[in-house]
C-alpha cells in the first residue's frame, strides 16, 4: 500500500526547517490490535530538507552560445546560419563547495524564438549530459552541445527530443533565445536570465543579385550596370574579365561596390570605382557578394560583353562617285556588326521623281 503525505503534513512537524533531516517510521496495526513498526531501510534513513533555490552569484555573464559551420569558414558568431551544424552552449555553473546541493543536480535547456511565448525543453529529456557530476565543476561551466535535429528516442513522444531547426516556429529573419534552468539535487529550480550572448539571429537564405544590363553577348560603349539585390549586402564586388579581343593591360578589373550600391535597390548607373576599360575588348562581367550572416551568395556572370567606344566605319561602297547604274544595288564593308542602318537614295537633279528614297 502507498501512503501519501502531503506537503503542509510534512512542514508540520516540529523543528521542520531547512537542512533538517527527517526519519519516518511506520506504526502498522491490524483489525484485531496487532501491530508493528517499519522504519525506513539505512539505504535512506533520512530524508533531507532542502528548500533553497540554487546559489547562482557570481557565476559570470550568463549563458554562451557558440554556432558551428561547415566549412567552418562559414562560422558567423551571433548567426544561424545555412551552413551552421550545431552550437555548443556554455552554462556556467555555481561552486559546488559553497553549495553542494549541485552535486546530483541538472540543467534543463529551454528555447523560443522572439515571436513566441512559450518555451520549448532542448535535447534529449533524461539525457546523462544534463546531470550535474563532479567533473563538470572544475570547468566551472558545462558544455552542452544541440544539433540542428535530433531522433526521435521513444516513438510517439517526439517532444523529447528538440534541435534547434525543430524549436517551434523556427524561420528566417527571427531571433533564436536560449536560456538554462538550474535544478539542485533536491529539485529547487532557478532560472538563469538571458544573456547577451543567448541570441543567435536566424539567417538561411543568401541574398540574390538579379542583373538586367548588361546582357549576354551584348555591347556598350560605357561600363554602366543596372542590378538589384534581394536584401543588403555586406560587401560586393563586379569583376570585368578579358576573354578576347584588343589586349587589355589592366584587366581584371575589380570593383569594390560602396555606399548606396551595397543597398537591395542595386544601382542603374556607372560605379563609383568604375573601370577603365579598352575599346575593341571583350569581357566577362561577374558580380559577387558577402553577407553579415554569412550565407553563400551565388555569382551572377554576363557573358561576352563588348566594349565599344568607337562608331563604325564604312569602306568599299559602291557605286562610286559620278559612276552610272542601272539598278539600286549597293555594296559596302563595315568594321563591325550594326544593330540598325539605312542606306538613303536622294535625287539631286535629272528627271522629277514623286519621291526620294
Not at 537542512?19 to 483489525?31: K, M, S
Not at 551571433?78 to 556554455?90: D, F, Q, V
Amino acid at each position: 500500500q502507498t501512503i501519501r503525505i502531503e506537503r503542509d503534513a510534512l512542514e508540520g512537524i516540529a523543528g521542520f526547517m531547512d537542512e533538517a533531516e527527517l526519519r519516518i517510521t511506520a506504526f502498522i496495526e491490524d483489525i484485531s490490535g496487532n501491530n508493528s513498526t517499519y522504519t525506513i531501510t539505512t539505504e535512506m534513513n533520512v530524508i533531507n530538507v532542502d528548500t533553497t533555490l540554487p546559489d547562482t552569484a557570481g557565476i559570470g555573464s550568463g549563458i554562451v552560445i557558440d554556432p558551428t559551420a561547415d566549412p567552418p569558414e562559414k562560422k558567423v558568431p551571433g548567426y544561424w546560419n545555412s551552413h551552421t551544424t550545431n552550437i555548443s552552449i556554455a552554462v556556467p555553473l555555481p561552486d559546488s563547495t559553497a553549495d553542494p546541493s549541485m552535486l546530483e543536480g541538472r540543467i534543463d535547456l529551454l528555447g523560443k524564438l522572439n515571436t513566441n511565448t512559450l518555451w520549448d525543453t532542448l535535447g534529449i529529456l533524461g539525457a546523462e549530459e544534463f546531470y550535474l557530476q563532479a567533473p563538470e565543476f572544475i570547468k566551472d561551466s558545462l558544455f552542452l552541445f544541440l544539433d540542428a535535429n535530433l531522433g526521435t528516442v521513444n516513438i510517439g513522444v517526439e517532444d523529447d527530443t528538440i534541435g534547434v531547426e525543430e524549436i517551434t516556429g523556427f524561420s528566417d529573419d527571427r531571433v533564436m533565445e536560449i536560456k538554462a534552468v538550474l535544478y539542485d539535487r533536491a529539485g529547487n529550480p532557478i532560472n538563469y536570465d538571458l544573456g547577451p550572448h543567448a541570441m543567435l539571429a536566424i539567417d538561411q537564405t543568401a541574398p540574390v543579385i538579379t542583373v538586367t544590363s548588361p546582357t549576354d553577348n551584348s555591347a556598350g560603349n560605357t561600363a554602366a550596370v543596372t542590378y538589384s539585390l534581394s536584401e543588403n549586402i555586406a560587401s560586393g564586388i563586379v569583376t570585368w574579365t578579358r576573354i578576347g579581343g584588343v589586349d587589355d593591360p589592366g584587366a581584371p578589373h575589380v570593383q569594390n561596390l560602396v555606399g548606396d550600391e551595397l543597398l537591395i535597390e542595386g544601382i542603374s548607373d556607372t560605379l563609383n570605382n568604375n573601370p577603365v576599360l579598352v575599346n575593341g575588348t571583350l569581357y566577362d562581367i561577374t558580380f559577387d557578394a558577402t553577407e553579415v550572416p554569412g550565407n553563400t551568395v551565388s555569382p551572377v556572370t554576363i557573358n561576352s560583353f563588348t566594349f565599344d567606344t568607337q562608331p563604325p566605319i564604312f569602306s568599299f561602297l559602291k557605286p562610286h562617285t559620278l559612276d552610272f547604274i542601272n539598278d539600286s544595288r549597293v555594296s559596302y564593308q563595315i568594321n563591325e556588326n550594326l544593330e540598325s542602318g539605312q542606306v538613303k537614295w536622294t535625287q539631286i537633279s535629272g528627271v522629277p521623281e514623286d519621291s526620294s528614297v
